[in-house]
């Protein structure tokens, strides 16, 4: 029971990461074509300002929900 309730909670994290991955990419590219280089560097920060918020907060939460 408790490798499956891991499973779940660890295949939504992967998907939170897959979705964050695909959107910033496609969001800099529209930005990188439109010829809005600035825009898209931004947008690039932004991903990887909120990637690095979601892994403290998942590493938080992992450390602090494990027991010995």
């Not at 991955?21 to 991903?47: K, N, P």
């Amino acid at each position: 029971a408790g490798l499956g309730i891991a499973a779940v909670v660890l295949q939504t994290a992967v998907g939170l990461c897959v979705f964050l991955a695909y959107g910033t990419t496609a969001s800099v590219a529209r930005r990188r074509g439109a010829g809005d280089l600035r825009g898209a560097r931004a947008q690039g920060v932004d991903g990887l300002w909120l990637a690095l918020g979601i892994g403290a907060v998942t590493t938080v939460a992992g450390v602090a929900l494990t027991g010995p």
